[in-house]
């Protein structure tokens, strides 16, 4: 004997207990044909293996079904129902034990549990045909629980996948307020974590209908920016929820429907609103002669069965003399004979061509048949029994049968049939979904599959093509908290909530991200810089001072500047035997007006792109040029101040100052320089340096001193000569006489040194490139400070006043 549970009506009126009397049956309404069509393959598997002389000869199968109304109170009684004796009647029970080895069910995971935890103590193994929670896989609590459907374990990772392949990561989870529905809530939460979906709500369907409470989940969903559902609930739950949402009119959703009802012809007849609906399956197959089966079922045949007649009443919509009383709705409906013919439109009952959860009941009864096979015909040596013993074929326990159901291994139309360790099958999807027929029926279409034996990453194949979304759209509905962000800026979640809800904010200069919605952006190498969209790192911007616009300037006052140093130097050798060319040893003018040329040129040396050898050269060239220019003014200074002081008797100072003494003064004092400099290349000399400090964004390519020591040891000698040469003219400024150089070169060297003093903290603090053009402004405008206050004056009589260029006028004595 076989027991059967399955879910004839798809609702249930609970009537109120208060423990005081006994309860009566729960009262079942909605006959489902679809459900009835299950049952009529269990009764056609078991007629069919009755008949095989191959399959259990000499033993004939019993059945006995019963409706458990898609709700576990319905189960309870459903399942005392199938263990009672064959003399129960309607209101009496427990009885006697019937001879149950196995019971075929139940369809809803709830009804499942309650139907095993009553067998569990009977040790009665069950085999369900469309119970899907994970929470039955567990072999400790569920010891005798089988099922020839994969566990919801694998239907999350195929919802997950799903989810990843269109890019939905806001989405809403309604489930049935039952283990099925909490189970499968874990095992998504779950797979959100490893893809990065974030869920944006959470709602249950209760048990027992509540208008208050179904309002306030469509509420929910409509106020939701989530525009993907995931529902996982049975027929019966789910039908007063779509009443509603057809009720309140709210559109834009796409449904993600579990393998409960994605084939619920009831649902898809009743709501043709939810076409675009998508969900996983079970794998469909073929039973060749159940539909012939499934004709001979009419109310002629089985007058006194009383489902037989709901059958008709749900098909043609009439109901039938024979009837009874208690039917539903029997005086509101016409009257119809019984012998109307069962036609291609009665999808719900006769459709054979899409077989899921029939051809799951036929494997069932099938294993159950195969398993006793192997039990009646064993090998002694190889049972699983103490001391590998043969059961007693006489008198079988359903623990027995539980042993070889844990075993058995058959092919049913070229499929295999056994179960995992835990009473699993082997995880496989088919991807529905609903699409307006050709006749303005709800098809159920399938787009694709889902593999659990396939590699990673290749469970999921998926027609796009052949998908017509919510709405009749052709296009992929988005669902997403917050926009993707696109390369060049980063997420940054929002304080408070999930991960998926995030603010985009553009890299900061200097990283990139090239990768829609990058957590992070990556900074780029040092000697690379982000462009503008911050998407790609790009060589940086390479600073010098170049000829450029300043470069240019720079580079024509230098040429300028050494270029009137020359004409004057051509102008002072012309005249070179006039009194005010030789009033003070001409050759001490020509050596500082070679000089300064030489100081004008060695500004040139800073322009261009710094080298190794043109970063020595620049500090030493300009430093030795400078000291050679002051060298030869201090020791005119000093030539000035001692022509002035012989004049006093007894004073002969002008022998040790002659043009011997002023040429070894200004090799002695250029001397000093050029020992430094030489001490300066030799421990730590200048090199080309790329500072990356100042500005992230580019690379300045400048000079670097090598030693801060050195550098400011050349300059401070600099400055210590014109101090010294200073405070000498400073002393001879008042000396007599109508030209008196001792005033122009305290003019030139005061000049001179405010220009390098004002250098000192410009110098400090110009970046990049500028710090260069300050250098070469502070040697040109000293240069020209020294030309011209020291030449000019001379030039101007030269050149214009010729009738001053005389000794007497030099002297002082004119005649008038």
């Not at 609702?11 to 729960?26: D, F, G, S």
């Not at 044909?33 to 000499?58: C, G, S, V, Y």
């Not at 069932?364 to 090998?379: F, K, P, R």
């Not at 001409?586 to 100081?599: D, G, R, V």
Request: some cysteine.
């Amino acid at each position: 004997m076989i027991g059967g549970l399955f879910p004839m009506h798809y609702r249930v009126e609970m009537l109120y207990w208060n423990y005081m009397h006994k309860p009566t049956a729960p009262q079942c309404f909605g006959f489902d044909p679809r459900a009835f069509r299950w049952a009529q393959a269990m009764r056609f598997a078991i007629e069919e293996i009755n008949k095989n002389q191959n399959l259990l000869p000499n033993f004939t199968l019993g059945y006995k079904i019963y409706d458990s109304c898609e709700t576990h109170v319905a189960a309870q009684w459903a399942v005392l129902g199938v263990l009672n004796g064959p003399e129960e009647t309607q209101n009496a029970m427990c009885f006697a034990a019937a001879p149950l080895l196995a019971v075929i069910g139940d369809s809803g995971s709830s009804q499942s549990v309650v139907a095993s935890n009553t067998l569990q103590p009977f040790r009665i193994p069950m085999i369900s045909y469309f119970s899907t929670c994970s929470c039955l896989s567990d072999r400790k609590q569920y010891p005798t629980f089988f099922r020839v459907v994969p566990s919801d374990d694998f239907q999350v990772k195929a919802i997950a996948q799903l989810l990843q392949r269109f890019g939905w990561k806001w989405v809403g989870i309604v489930t049935e307020d039952d283990d099925y529905g909490r189970y499968a809530l874990q095992g998504l939460l779950r797979e959100f974590r490893n893809i990065g979906v974030c869920l944006a709500y959470y709602e249950m369907i209760p048990k027992v209908y509540d208008q208050k409470r179904i309002h306030e989940i469509l509420r929910v969903m409509k106020q939701s920016t989530a525009k993907v559902v995931i529902n996982f609930a049975g027929e019966g739950e789910l039908y007063p929820l779509l009443k509603e949402y057809m009720d309140l009119n709210i559109t834009g959703i796409q449904w993600i429907a579990s393998e409960a009802w994605v084939t619920a012809s009831v649902l898809a007849s009743s709501y043709p609103f939810m076409v675009g609906t998508i969900g996983f399956a079970i794998r469909q197959g073929k039973v060749p002669g159940l539909k012939n089966y499934l004709l001979t079922v009419n109310p002629l045949r089985y007058p006194n069965h009383t489902m037989v007649q709901e059958l008709w009443a749900a098909l043609y919509g009439c109901s039938l003399n024979l009837l009874s009383s208690t039917s539903q709705n029997s005086t509101q409906l016409p009257t119809c004979t019984g012998e109307e013919p069962i036609r291609e439109q009665h999808s719900g009952y006769l459709n054979t061509s899409n077989l899921r959860v029939t051809y799951n009941v036929y494997k069932a009864v099938y294993a159950i048949a195969h398993s006793l096979h192997n039990l009646i015909n064993c090998e002694p040596g190889r049972e699983p029994f103490q001391n590998s013993s043969c059961a007693n074929t006489t008198n079988i326990y359903p623990w027995e049968l539980q042993q070889y159901l844990q075993e058995v291994s058959f092919t049913i139309l070229q499929e295999k049939v056994n179960f995992n360790e835990k009473g699993d099958a082997i995880s496989s999807y088919d991807l529905i979904n609903w699409q307006r027929g050709a006749a303005g029926n709800t098809d159920f279409v399938k787009v694709g599959m889902f593999d659990g034996s396939k590699d990673a990453g290749k469970e999921l194949f998926i027609q796009e093509e052949e998908i017509v979304w919510t709405g009749h759209q052709s296009e992929v509905l988005v669902s997403v908290c917050s926009d993707s962000c696109t390369p060049g800026s980063r997420k940054a979640v929002r304080r408070g909530e999930p991960l998926c809800c995030f603010d985009c904010v553009p890299c900061d200069d200097g990283k990139i991200s090239n990768q829609t919605d990058s957590v992070d952006c990556t900074p780029c190498p040092e000697d690379y810089w982000s462009n503008t969209a911050r998407t790609e790192c790009i060589p940086k911007a390479v600073e010098f001072l170049t000829h450029d616009a300043m470069g240019l300037t720079l580079t024509v006052i230098s040429v300028v500047g050494a270029c009137l140093t020359a004409a004057i130097l051509l102008v002072f050798i012309r005249h070179r035997n006039t009194p005010i060319v030789r009033v003070n040893n001409s050759e001490l003018s020509f050596f500082i007006l070679l000089s300064l040329i030489l100081c004008f040129l060695c500004a040139l040396l800073f322009i261009g792109e710094p080298t190794v050898w043109s970063c020595m050269l620049r500090h030493t060239a300009f430093s030795i040029t400078f000291s050679l220019c002051i060298s030869c003014i201090l020791s005119k200074t000093l030539v000035v101040l001692a022509a002035f002081t012989a004049t006093r008797p007894g004073n002969n100072i002008m022998k040790w100052l002659g043009p011997k003494q002023q040429r070894v003064i200004i090799f002695a004092c250029t001397l000093v320089q050029v020992l430094i400099c030489s001490m300066w290349l030799i421990a730590a000399p200048p090199f080309p340096f790329k500072n990356t400090q100042y500005s992230r964004s580019k690379i300045i390519l400048e000079c670097s001193v090598g030693s801060d020591w050195a550098f400011w040891s050349v300059l401070g000698y600099i400055g210590l000569l014109a101090c010294l040469c200073f405070v000498l003219a400073f002393l001879a400024r008042k000396l007599p006489g109508n030209f008196n150089e001792a005033k122009y070169i305290t003019f030139s060297i005061l000049i001179f040194c405010a220009v390098w003093l004002a250098f000192i903290p410009a110098y400090v603090s110009s970046p990049g490139k500028f710090t260069v053009a300050v250098e070469i402004f502070a040697i040109l405008a000293s240069s020209f400070g020294l030309l011209l206050c020291l030449f000019a004056p001379k030039s101007y009589i030269i050149l214009l006043k010729p009738q001053k260029n005389t000794k007497q006028h030099l002297m002082g004595k004119v005649i008038k």
